[in-house]
């Protein structure tokens, strides 16, 4: 039985998010054939599928069940059954022995999301059930408006922050956040970066965030704060600037450092291909981690869709740099079997 099945057996509707490289729901139809095995996982994260998973009954209000699943991929990014049916029986299990869906436990390859992710993950839960925003969404849009003084963000939930930026296209909130970017201070700026990986900033936006980045990399930019802008225009709507910023991004000093090269690697990696990539691989060769963070990061990337012949055509290409040659070289021996 899977997960799908459980659930409509239950009488209950689900809801599957991902919550690897970015939060984002999961299409019905596409999950029911990734549990197939006819369909594999298209974004897998640490050879992994991450999964929040939402259930609740349409006529009994309140009575919901949520599971985080972090559930093995096999080398093609097929589902491991075994390891999904371990979770079916215990749920099953549990199930039987409450009669209710809301059953908790340390279910078989659970995880628990860290804070952040877990306020975004509620507000999108929410959204879903149609459940009104806690007390603090409309404390935050106004702390946004500026009607607060920019220095009073203490006052603000990690929740309110998470439902302005899970509700991006209610309310204005594009336009409120793009008004308020050049006068947030540090922590609620960082804060609402780590949502915005989840969302495609529009063009206000976008164009919001570049001018800020500009005036803190003026300012002498961390690894960090790099990073932390990367993943929030990953997925903006301009292709065009986006890419722009990662190229500006791998010419920075601070480019090296291996919690930026993670970022863009997890998050931007669907704009890596051609002069890219190959920049990015160069920077990668050079990073201040060495070998074995080049071999990880280079196989995390192998595993997304459309990425492996990305590689070995730019691989293939030549025209690298000594120091990538022979990362690359080393990386090909140790898959070989013969570390060079």
Partial sequence: ????????????????????????????????????QSFAYPSPYLKHA???????????????????????????????VQARDGFVNYIGRRLAASGQDSAEGEAPFSFKPDANRMAYFHALAARQLGADNSRFYVTTRGYLAGDMGWDNWQQLGLQGLAEVVANINQDNNQQLLARAMPYLPEVPLNVLLGFMENIAPDQQLTSALN???????????????????????????NL???????????????AVQVELLAALSSRC???????????????????????????????????????????????????????????ITRMLGMVRGRPS
């Fill in 1 to 36: 039985m899977t997960i799908s099945e459980l659930v409509r057996q239950r009488g209950a509707n689900l809801c599957v998010f991902d919550m690897g490289r970015r939060i984002q729901p999961l299409e019905t139809r596409l999950f029911e054939d990734i549990e197939q």
């Fill in 50 to 80: 991450w999964l929040g998973l939402l259930s609740w009954h349409p006529d009994k209000p309140g009575d919901h069940a949520i599971w985080f699943l972090k559930l093995p991929l096999d080398e093609q990014n097929l589902l491991d």
């Fill in 211 to 237: 001018d800020r980045l500009a005036a803190v990399i003026e300012q002498g930019a961390t690894a960090n704060v790099l990073a932390a802008f990367a993943r929030a225009l990953s997925h903006s709507e």
């Fill in 240 to 254: 065009q600037q986006r890419q722009l910023l990662l190229a500006a991004i791998l010419r920075h000093p601070a």
């Fill in 269 to 327: 990696w669907a704009d890596l291909a051609g002069d890219l990539l190959r920049d990015f691989l160069e920077v990668l060769a050079n990073n201040q981690g060495g070998e074995n963070v080049f071999n990880a990061l280079v196989a995390d990337l192998m595993t997304l869709p459309g990425m492996r012949q990305r590689m070995l055509d730019c691989f293939a290409a030549g025209q690298h740099s000594p120091k990538l040659d022979q990362a």
